[in-house]
């Protein structure tokens, strides 16, 4: 972007690589007809080579040897368009071509606008040379860099350029596919579309076609065009890019144009005032009804999002939320630079005026008119601007009950998955209970069954004593519970991962603890207590 504009001294330089010397101006200036083959440095010596190399606009050329052709538009200087013959050519020979343009247009024609399809560098340097174009205006319309700007204005002309991307919704005839689909439901675009534009992509990159089901896609279009305003006959020339997507055609632009002369509301303004501004001005209106036109189908695809959040709860709804909200920041930035260029027509007056309408009168009229006119058309754009606030706060409404709903649905999963583990934790604990039960009755069980009772209080022939059966129970429970917990690998009794001969030894490792344990905390009480002590003696207090 720092390359938009003449007012830049350094134009499309490299700081540490480009030591290319600038060309000193022939003795005696240009000349009247400098060589065309050799622009831009014939008119423009700053431009060197590794300049003009680094920013591109000797090298486009049309793709699928696609022949370059011109249509014409010619406003007459009573405010009616000239319908009177063919205007389309077709350039096949460049010098044929610079003939063209060499012949003086009629006195009666007060504008003529070139739309200019599929151009050559041929081509470029002839209209270059011919109209004095600075070199800005094809870097910025090759590189799609948004500008606006005026140029060697003197009494009696000047020149103006607007360069303007902006967003279009185009229907194609061939479906779409996503790489990946969004999600399984009927809004996933299922088809096979012929350029690789997948998900990943779009949500990075958001100069690239937008995808939208039916089919839809809303992609950038550019409208790049020059004036070069006279006291003669001004001359508009539209750049059009090439590209493998249909982008707004010459012949399409020239034939919007051509039929503004049949508007009532235009033609009258056309019969009203001799600023052949007021074509330049409706060609920007071209811009205002292709971003409408997307605006509405953006609201009709956030209405179907919004109605499937609600009815399918569905978290990967989000990254197609997320992919329109950051496009349509991106179009923030889009409809400013719009508002900024038709605020710059409004405020550029036509310096040629002074000679095209002589009464200053009918001069300040044509001056509030423009003005009017550029009002109408910013009026709409801030609509625009209105309308793309709305449709983001409405997506991000649409994001945040998205999550809301995930949100709720991980609550009630959480809220089972607890009922579920009170549940265990109650049965776990009951199995703990029915073990240590085991652990103290199996060995009187055991020792029931080999001694068969046979204790003198229960069956007096026998001579075992109670006191011997209850002394084997308590030897046989100890020792049963110090092999259960030795073998154990995690326990109370001893820490996870430690060494065997703990565990065999944990009793004896276990009471070391308690005891080291209550003397630590008695000595530390203690220590606390002196300290404390210490500090109030220190301040003066009376600790007894």
């Known amino acids: 972007y720092r390359h938009a504009a003449p007012s830049v001294p350094w134009p499309w330089m490299d700081f540490d690589a480009d030591d290319s010397q600038v060309l000193p101006l022939p003795p005696g200036g240009l000349g009247q007809d400098p060589e065309w083959d050799h622009y831009p440095q014939s008119l423009f010596g700053n431009w060197t080579h590794d300049q003009v190399e680094r920013c591109g606009i000797l090298r486009m050329n049309p793709t699928h040897n696609q022949t370059c052709s011109m249509h014409r538009v010619d406003v007459l200087t009573g405010g009616e368009f000239d319908k009177s013959e063919d205007r389309t050519v077709t350039v096949e020979h460049p010098q044929a071509f610079r003939d063209l343009l060499q012949d003086p247009p009629s006195s009666d024609i007060r504008v003529r606008a070139l739309f200019v399809e599929n151009m050559t560098v041929p081509v470029l340097q002839i ?16 590189n799609w860099i948004p500008s606006r700007y005026q140029e060697d204005p003197k009494p009696d002309e000047d020149h103006i350029t607007v360069v303007l991307p902006f967003i279009r919704m185009m ?18 675009l299922s088809a096979v579309f012929h350029l690789v534009y997948v998900d990943e992509k ?21 409208l790049s065009i020059h004036m070069h305003r006279t006291s003669t006959t001004s001359t508009i020339i539209s750049y059009h890019p090439s590209s493998e997507l249909q982008r707004t055609s010459a012949k399409r632009l020239q034939s919007l144009m051509q039929r503004t002369g049949d508007s009532v509301y235009w033609s009258n303004i056309f019969k009203r005032s001799k600023d052949p501004t007021f074509l330049f001005l409706a060609t920007l209106w071209y811009a205002l009804y292709a971003w409408d036109e997307a605006f509405e189908v ?16 569905d978290i990967k709804l989000t990254r197609e939320l997320h992919k329109l909200q950051a496009h349509l920041l991106y179009y923030q930035q889009l409809l400013r630079d719009f508002q900024v260029s038709v605020e710059f027509v409004r405020n550029t007056p036509n310096p040629a005026m002074s000679v095209l309408e002589t009464d200053p009168d009918k001069r300040e009229d044509s001056t509030n008119l423009l003005h009017k006119e550029a009002d109408n058309l910013t009026s709409e754009i801030k609509r625009l601007t209105g309308q793309r606030v709305m449709l983001s706060a409405r997506l991000q409404n ?33 199995a703990c209970l029915v073990y240590y039960l085991a652990m103290i009755f199996v060995p009187a069980n055991f020792l029931a069954n080999v001694f068969c009772m046979n204790v003198r209080q229960i069956n007096p022939p026998t001579t075992g004593s109670l006191a011997q059966y209850i002394e084997v129970i ?10 259960v917990v030795a073998f154990q690998t995690e326990s109370t009794f001893h820490l996870k991962d430690c060494s ?3 565990r065999v030894f944990w009793p004896v490792f276990y009471v070391f603890d308690q005891i080291s344990a209550a003397i630590n905390k008695w000595f530390g009480y203690n220590r606390d207590q002196h300290v404390s002590g210490v500090l109030h003696i220190c301040c003066g207090e009376d600790h007894s």
């Open 298 to 313: 953006l609201y009709r695809h956030i209405n179907a999002l919004e109605s499937d959040v609600l009815r399918y709860n």
């Open 171 to 188: 229907k194609i005839q061939k479906p779409i596919t996503r790489t990946r689909p969004v999600r399984s439901f009927p809004l996933t």
């Open 474 to 483: 308590a030897g046989l429970t100890v020792l049963i519970s110090w092999v």
């Open 398 to 430: 649409v994001i945040h009950l998205a999550f809301a709903s995930v949100n709720i649905t991980d609550s009630r999963a959480m809220q089972r998955l607890a009922v579920t583990t009170m549940i265990n934790s109650a049965a776990l604990r009951q």
């Open 500 to 502: 065997t001969q703990r």
């Open 202 to 222: 779009q949500i990075i990159d958001t100069q690239a076609p937008l995808l939208l089901p039916d089919n839809q896609i809303l992609l950038h279009d550019l």
């Open 127 to 142: 209209l270059g040379t011919k109209y004095n174009v600075e070199p800005f205006f094809f870097a910025s319309s090759v």
